[in-house]
């Protein structure tokens, strides 16, 4: 298959690639460059357990073309932190946000997101955010919870 | 003196979950390794005429496409836990079926190829001949004259029967009472779903000839043990088996599938590392589904409320073959607790397990339990509004107190075990407190002339977890093809350092985290000095894994075990360094020391290394702080508690919202409180997604209308309520740390409470049950033929 020269900064690092045309963002990020911190969970573009930021915007890239980055800027939970824990993923963890992981990536790159959108939401707002994330093993009590606490540390941080 | 257990200790394994650095299967990758991919089979059941692989193995980046002929020399995998009159009639997966098939989804062939995206592509050029067969989905229906017939050695697709309790005397209890109730059940067909798929990869060094196997497993050793011995015939040291990081399971990856032997012999044959992941769809329609019973049962009751019988019948669907542990399931974990928590002093219950053209049936969260609770559960709800009483006062007449413990279920329902400890009215009142259970009924009442429909349901489960006693699950009628006891190896290194293996295996329940707790208090030394490693059967000791709510009460109890050698040990030889005699020593929070002088201690940093070093041991005393533990319970435990749920139905669109749930648990005493909630919140979620959501359905051709999460209801964040979760705590006298276990009993008590809680809603239409899932539809739907 012709394949199609690409270059995608991921993580504030340039990557430069040739791909097949059909190859999936999310195959480009953990087979081409070895991030395997993003996750696929199903084949529909329901779980969002693959959501990373895709030029500021949260997206499933299960559902992005690897070709359709090109040129762009992608954030993966590998970048999010910058070496340090991001508040986000802080908070998980003091909040017991998790429990089997594998959602996680996705669920912290859609919260941290949700957060930017709207810094100071309600319970309600926090899950409806939540919309597009599947988690199987918490009851999302905790996850909630996690974000509710992110949110109150940017503010008391501002 | 406990500093870690008990606290709300953050998890140790979180940073690696958090930053993406964890390493589940997918994503470990071996040089030169290849990539597999299944064809399964589109139809339920048909005969295998003929299968031409020649144009999918011409195409580019394909190196090989084997069929089920080439895996003819393996055995079918075995069911290990053969329940009832199974031993003649099992029928289980092959690695790939050679000439028929009785469900979508088994595979027919394989291609090995230098990525996934050419063996998908490929799977598209293999060419089969079916001769399409007649299908049968339903339990009931499939043991019914004239219907297909999935196994020869099956007639009427009866795969197995069981039986427990006293027939007779239930009939005759059941005749001389007051009221007797009869109602048909439907306890739907579920999909696990673990965010993770499942995947394994396969290696092999012909230098040793020796297979090494990564799987997404709950028991990295029974698998190593069932491939070997029953699958390839080779000795089971010549195989090592991994389980990575692993993304949630709730049974499903407990059991043995053909993918696994499938891999460690593709990497054998084709001199490389192979890898098979499968895609969402193929875990719907590959891997197993949970629950589907169809149960009639008959409660009898006295005037007063007193429960004087229970007889159970109940259809089974196991599906076209056997899973590893599938007839266990609605057998020794189902029909053994139909007493619940509750003194019935008749009981009776008849199990067949029947074959059907839809995927395999096993455990999955609860397994079995949760069946068992909810026949017991509306059973006396349906008793309280047969006889216009309280169904909190009916619970609290028939309970078993505290001072009948151990309690033995009537008619010998437990095989010869006995519930441990319990105070089941006090986690009830709790809860109804809580609740305000008197100010909700007025509430209610007010509503309704508003034309509001509110309602309330209890749930008051026991189950039984902590499942272990090898002598018990060697008994007849129980049909376990293995002991059930648990190890574990803490090995105490020069420096003080401490590194735990366990045969245990976590896959989100947090237990590097908690026995870390568990061990840094018995020994007393921080829990940063603690390494819990799991899931090699290289590195650890032959262990059964992780499922059954057994790891804190069998897992973390072998731990407790062997660290009160390791002090032991270190107690001696702390006396020897003291030139003191032992019997005036002691061993506390980390020091060893003359009773009454512990300023003049040896910390057990110390006497690691003392003993790493064996300069100067005591006469006889071995080198190194190192023990190993296999724990075998005389008993299972019996968590139990109260669950309450408190719902608002539309009447006019039939949607249910779940406006309050409250749980009051009783594990024993709870190691770490955050991880406990975690698991009662997440397993009170998987028992509401039942009652409202989720259904596996099969059309009559034997295709699953819900392959897709497009199509099968996971609960999302909004679909759910806030939690409040409490505990009590009744310690079980069958360990020494008194615990019981928690991974279930959300899942158990909780679909009860909300359907209980809908029915109580709609009462003024003279509605007494709705099948789950309680969907608009269902419920508008029960309205409407209410009102005719």
């Known amino acids: ?158 | 003196m406990a500093k870690y257990v008990g606290a709300r200790q953050k998890r140790v394994e979180d940073p690696r979950l958090i930053t993406g650095n964890a390493r589940y299967l997918e994503d470990v990758q071996l040089p030169g390794m290849l990539h597999a991919a299944v064809l399964r089979s589109p139809y339920a059941h048909a005969r295998i005429d003929s299968i031409d692989t020649s144009a999918a193995s011409r195409l580019p980046g394909v190196v090989a496409v084997f069929t089920g002929q080439d895996f003819a020399d393996l055995n079918p995998l075995p069911c290990a836990w053969q329940a009832g009159g199974v031993t003649n009639n099992a029928n289980t997966p092959r690695v790939l079926e050679i000439d028929k098939v009785t469900h979508t989804g088994m595979g027919i062939a394989v291609v090995v190829a230098e990525d996934r995206y050419a063996a998908e592509d490929a799977l598209a050029h293999i060419e089969v001949a079916y001769s399409v067969l007649p299908t049968v989905v339903d339990a009931k229906k499939a043991t019914e004259a004239g219907a297909p017939q999935l196994h020869e050695n099956a007639p009427d697709n009866i795969c197995m029967t069981w039986e427990c309790g006293d027939q007779d005397g239930t009939d005759r209890a059941l005749g001389a009472s007051d009221v007797v109730i009869r109602e048909h059940l439907t306890n739907q067909r579920l999909i696990p779903t673990a965010m993770e798929p499942r995947g394994a990869i396969g290696s092999y060094d012909p230098g040793t000839e020796e297979y090494t196997v990564w799987m997404t497993s709950q028991a990295p050793h029974v698998m190593r043990l069932l491939m070997t011995a029953f699958v390839m015939g080779i000795p089971e040291t010549k195989m090592r088996c991994l389980s990575p990081q692993v993304g949630g399971a709730f049974g499903s990856k407990i059991f043995l599938y053909p993918e696994y032997p499938m891999v460690a012999v593709l990497a054998q044959k084709l001199g490389r590392p192979v890898k098979w992941t499968e895609s969402r769809q193929e875990n719907y329609i590959a891997t197993t589904h949970g629950r589907d019973h169809q149960t009639d049962f008959e409660v009898g009751a006295l005037r007063d409320g007193t429960i004087t019988a229970l007889k159970v019948t109940t259809y089974a669907n196991l599906g076209g073959t056997l899973s590893t542990i599938a007839p266990g399931i609605p057998t020794s974990l189902y029909g053994s607790m139909l007493s619940g928590t509750y003194k019935i002093p008749h009981l009776h219950c008849q199990v067949y397990g029947v074959y059907t053209n839809t995927a395999m049936v096993d455990a999955y969260r609860g397994a079995g339990r949760p069946e068992a609770t909810f026949v017991i559960e509306r059973a006396v709800d349906l008793v309280a509004r047969e006889l216009n009483l309280d169904p909190a006062e009916v619970r609290r007449k028939n309970f078993i107190q505290p001072e009948d413990f151990p309690y033995e279920p009537a008619s010998n329902l437990l095989n010869g075990l006995a519930y441990d400890s319990g105070e089941y009215e006090k986690a009830l009142e709790r809860a109804l407190e809580q609740v305000g259970y008197r100010e909700f009924r007025q509430e209610q009442q007010e509503a309704r002339q508003q034309g509001r429909y509110l309602g309330i349901g209890l749930s008051s489960y026991v189950e039984i977890c902590g499942v272990a006693p090898s002598k018990w699950v060697g008994l007849p009628g129980e049909g376990w093809g293995a002991g059930l006891w648990e190890s574990a190896n803490v090995r105490v290194h020069l420096t003080g350092k401490t590194v735990v293996t366990t045969g245990s295996q976590s896959h989100g329940q947090g237990l590097e985290t908690t026995m870390a707790q568990v061990v840094a208090d018995e020994l007393g030394i921080p829990i940063e000095d603690i390494e819990v490693k799991h899931s090699d059967t290289m590195s650890t000791p032959f262990g059964y894994g992780t499922y059954g709510s057994r790891s804190a009460a069998v897992g973390t109890i072998a731990l407790y075990n062997s660290v009160q050698r390791i002090k032991e040990k270190a107690r001696k030889l702390g006396a020897h360094m003291l030139e003191a005699s032992e019997e005036d020593v002691v061993y506390q929070d980390g020091n060893v020391f003359v009773k009454g002088s512990p300023e003049q201690a040896k910390t057990i940093q110390e006497i690691a290394g003392a003993a790493a070093v064996a300069y100067d041991l005591p006469a006889g005393m071995e080198p190194f702080l190192d023990d190993t533990a296999y724990y075998d319970p005389p008993n299972c435990t019996y968590p139990f508690g109260t669950h309450i749920c408190i719902v608002e139905v539309d009447t006019d669109t039939g949607r249910v919202e779940i406006k309050r749930y409250l749980s009051v648990d009783d594990c024993g005493p709870v190691i770490n409180p955050l991880i406990a909630d975690g698991q009662v919140q997440g397993g009170i979620t998987q028992g509401i997604a039942q009652a409202l959501y989720e259904f596996a359905a099969y059309d009559d051709s034997g295709q699953l209308l819900t392959a897709s999460m497009m199509d099968y209801a996971i609960p999302k964040a909004e679909h759910l309520p806030h939690f409040e979760n409490s505990h009590t705590v009744t310690p079980s006298p069958v360990n020494p740390m008194g615990i019981k276990g928690i991974g279930e009993a959300g899942t158990i008590a909780s679909a009860p409470a909300v359907v209980n809680a809908v029915v109580d809603a709609l009462s003024p239409f003279g509605i007494r049950d709705i099948n789950m899932p309680l969907t608009p539809q269902a419920v508008w739907r029960a309205i409407q033929e209410a009102g005719r």
């Open chain 1, 1 to 158: 298959m012709q394949k199609i020269p690409i270059t995608v900064e991921v993580n504030g690092r340039k990557a430069s690639r040739e791909v097949e045309p059909r190859l999936l963002l999310v195959h480009f990020l953990r087979e081409a460059l070895g991030l395997t911190g993003t996750k696929i969970g199903c084949d529909t573009s329901q779980c969002g357990s693959c959501t990373v930021h895709l030029d500021g915007m949260a997206v499933k890239s299960c559902t992005v073309l690897a070709v359709q980055a090109n040129g762009s800027q992608v954030t993966t939970i590998e970048g999010l932190g910058n070496g340090e824990l991001h508040p986000m993923q802080q908070a998980f963890w003091d909040n017991h946000g998790l429990q089997c992981g594998y959602c996680t990536p996705g669920m912290i790159m859609t919260a941290t997101k949700l957060l930017e959108e709207n810094p100071n939401p309600s319970d309600e707002e926090i899950r409806d955010g939540l919309e597009g994330n599947l988690c199987r093993c918490t009851g999302y009590e905790n996850i909630v919870k996690a974000i509710r606490a992110a949110a109150e540390t940017a503010r008391g941080g501002s």
